[in-house]
């Protein structure tokens, strides 16, 4: 991949080395694995073949029906399968949390390191991950989560497909030369497909990695001008999409997807680190392999270029225009007005925005909910998590924080200081029966949300916007 010159790009240019090092670790170990999948069927086969074939060494399904044994050869494929499942997932698992937490780490210790040094001492004392962070990171990586629905989607399809491939092969009554053929041509093309669920993560969680550290450093950096910017960047070759490269009988020839994904347009696309890069057709992504659509993310190999910037370097690289809002955030005002000429609306976001930080910096206002109300303190700890700091699958394949907002910290506001509305307690059981949904049944955030609002619509009860004036200055510093 192409070398920046910049001391802190070199540092996540060697980590990506070594992310792909483990990546092709992985392959490896993935090999042996399907090597004994093969191994194992072809004995079974060749047993089986022994005991039912007729003297022309011919197996034919009324062969396996006349014996009753029909349903026992087809399940005892799908147990050689599931022998080799929680292996796979296993090493796919163990590459994920490594890749993640080694980017993530490293990501701090090559902002530590980096020419940029200076700024940064003017802000933070110490930029560095500590473990409690770097763990609920790791614990919250959307990889991590998703992982058991991709390993099971890979189960069932090699399943049905090495199934499928059995009863043809019966139906035609196959000779054990050719059955083997035919399934160990099957399980390959699994093996293909493994590979490629390896490469897509290892990528993913690269960039997963940089870019959740990325935004744990922008909010270090608190109410300076500093601002992490984030530049989308291709490898500038001719598979860059929709570019493709495909081998034909006269040679390697150039081509154009039709899919509708153009990286090439991204090339030095900026934003700051946590917003969305805009891929087009209404497709957003945070960084590349996380827009949640395949022709966008699958085998993807763009990366993201990380720079400290000023408000005026950000605004010269961008085109738009940035101000420092006076209460310690930045803000764009390409489309806005800056502080003192906020809209009402705009003011209450600023107001949830700096209410969620001040939250998030210890577990106070977690004991002193339980206090006031009948939840378990570990449900309110739950629930705060849910709503300000942990990252959630939308709908859209999007995965992202949800936005502050204003009625909820009202809500959590009254129950810290013990005056809640019968809407508040509303509030919390809908929060805790939509975090537990998701996590009970691997969904998407709208599903869970659908599902909580039938039992407890807190949506529906909250107050207008004439009493979304009174979060407290206490609570904002």
Same mark, same amino acid.
């Given at each position: 991949?192409?070398?920046?010159?910049?001391?802190?790009?070199?540092?996540?240019?060697?980590?990506?080395?070594?992310?792909?090092?483990?990546?092709?670790?992985?392959?490896?170990?993935?090999?042996?694995?399907?090597?004994?999948?093969?191994?194992?069927?072809?004995?079974?086969?060749?047993?089986?073949?022994?005991?039912?074939?007729?003297?022309?060494?011919?197996?034919?399904?009324?062969?396996?029906?006349?014996?009753?044994?029909?349903?026992?050869?087809?399940? *005892?494929?799908?147990?050689?399968?599931?022998?080799?499942?929680?292996?796979?997932?296993?090493?796919? #698992? !163990? %590459? /994920?949390?490594? $890749?993640?937490?080694?980017?993530?780490?490293?990501?701090?210790?090559?902002?530590?390191?980096?020419?940029?040094?200076?700024?940064?001492?003017?802000?933070?004392?110490?930029?560095?991950?500590?473990?409690?962070?770097?763990?609920?990171?790791?614990?919250?990586?959307?990889?991590?989560?998703?992982?058991?629905?991709?390993?099971?989607?890979?189960?069932?399809?090699?399943?049905?497909?090495?199934?499928?491939?059995?009863?043809?092969?019966?139906?035609?009554?196959?000779?054990?030369?050719?059955?083997?053929?035919?399934?160990?041509?099957?399980?390959?093309?699994?093996?293909?497909?493994?590979?490629?669920?390896?490469?897509?993560?290892?990528?993913?969680?690269? *960039?997963?990695?940089?870019?959740?550290?990325?935004?744990?450093?922008?909010?270090?950096?608190?109410? #300076? !001008? %500093? /601002?992490?910017? $984030?530049?989308?960047?291709?490898?500038?070759?001719?598979?860059?999409?929709?570019?493709?490269?495909?081998?034909?009988?006269?040679?390697?020839?150039?081509?154009?997807?039709?899919?509708?994904?153009?990286?090439?347009?991204?090339?030095?696309?900026?934003?700051?680190?946590?917003?969305?890069?805009?891929?087009?057709?209404?497709?957003?992504?945070?960084?590349?392999?996380?827009?949640?659509?395949?022709?966008?993310?699958?085998?993807?190999?763009?990366?993201?270029?990380?720079?400290?910037?000023?408000?005026?370097?950000?605004?010269?690289?961008?085109?738009?225009?940035?101000?420092?809002?006076?209460?310690?955030?930045?803000?764009?005002?390409?489309?806005?007005?800056?502080?003192?000429?906020?809209?009402?609306?705009?003011?209450?976001?600023?107001?949830?925005?700096?209410?969620?930080?001040?939250?998030?910096?210890?577990?106070?206002?977690?004991?002193?909910?339980?206090?006031?109300?009948?939840?378990?303190?570990?449900?309110?700890?739950?629930?705060?998590?849910?709503?300000?700091?942990?990252?959630?699958?939308?709908?859209?394949?999007?995965?992202?924080?949800?936005?502050?907002?204003?009625?909820?910290?009202?809500?959590?506001?009254?129950?810290?200081?013990?005056?809640?509305?019968?809407?508040?307690?509303?509030?919390?059981?809908?929060?805790?029966?939509?975090?537990?949904?998701?996590?009970?049944?691997?969904?998407?955030?709208?599903?869970?949300?659908?599902?909580?609002?039938?039992?407890?619509?807190?949506?529906?009860?909250?107050?207008?916007?004439?009493?979304?004036?009174?979060?407290?200055?206490?609570?904002?510093?």
């Amino acid at each position: 991949m192409p070398k920046s010159k910049t001391s802190l790009n070199q540092i996540l240019y060697d980590l990506r080395r070594i992310a792909k090092h483990r990546e092709i670790l992985t392959d490896k170990k993935i090999n042996a694995i399907y090597d004994t999948l093969k191994k194992d069927l072809r004995s079974f086969l060749g047993e089986s073949y022994e005991k039912y074939a007729d003297g022309d060494g011919r197996l034919y399904m009324s062969y396996l029906d006349a014996q009753r044994k029909r349903a026992w050869f087809l399940n *005892e494929i799908v147990k050689n399968v599931d022998n080799i499942e929680p292996l796979l997932q296993k090493e796919v #698992s !163990d %590459l /994920i949390n490594t $890749v993640y937490e080694k980017c993530y780490s490293g990501m701090a210790d090559a902002v530590n390191k980096a020419d940029t040094r200076v700024k940064l001492e003017k802000i933070s004392k110490d930029i560095s991950v500590q473990p409690d962070v770097l763990k609920q990171a790791v614990n919250n990586n959307i990889s991590k989560l998703t992982l058991p629905l991709v390993m099971q989607k890979h189960r069932a399809d090699i399943i049905y497909q090495i199934q499928q491939e059995l009863s043809i092969g019966l139906m035609n009554g196959d000779r054990y030369e050719t059955m083997a053929k035919r399934i160990s041509e099957r399980v390959s093309v699994s093996e293909n497909k493994a590979k490629s669920i390896v490469r897509t993560e290892t990528h993913r969680n690269v *960039e997963s990695g940089f870019l959740d550290c990325g935004e744990y450093i922008q909010d270090k950096l608190g109410d #300076s !001008d %500093l /601002i992490y910017a $984030v530049t989308w960047r291709t490898m500038k070759d001719e598979r860059v999409r929709p570019q493709i490269r495909r081998k034909t009988k006269k040679g390697w020839k150039s081509g154009y997807n039709k899919s509708g994904a153009n990286h090439v347009q991204m090339e030095g696309q900026t934003v700051k680190a946590g917003e969305m890069f805009d891929l087009g057709g209404g497709v957003t992504a945070a960084a590349p392999s996380k827009s949640g659509v395949a022709a966008h993310d699958c085998n993807c190999r763009c990366y993201l270029e990380y720079n400290l910037m000023t408000a005026e370097e950000f605004a010269k690289v961008t085109g738009k225009k940035v101000a420092n809002d006076g209460n310690g955030g930045i803000i764009e005002t390409g489309g806005k007005v800056t502080s003192s000429n906020f809209t009402q609306i705009e003011k209450f976001e600023q107001q949830a925005k700096r209410f969620y930080e001040s939250c998030t910096r210890n577990d106070n206002d977690v004991k002193a909910i339980s206090k006031n109300t009948n939840f378990d303190y570990n449900d309110i700890l739950s629930i705060k998590n849910h709503i300000m700091i942990e990252k959630h699958l939308f709908s859209n394949g999007n995965v992202r924080k949800f936005d502050p907002d204003i009625d909820q910290a009202l809500a959590w506001q009254r129950l810290m200081e013990g005056r809640s509305r019968d809407s508040d307690i509303l509030f919390l059981n809908h929060e805790l029966t939509e975090l537990k949904y998701m996590k009970e049944n691997n969904c998407d955030y709208e599903t869970a949300h659908r599902f909580s609002t039938k039992k407890y619509d807190w949506q529906s009860v909250i107050d207008g916007i004439a009493d979304k004036d009174d979060i407290n200055p206490k609570w904002l510093k």
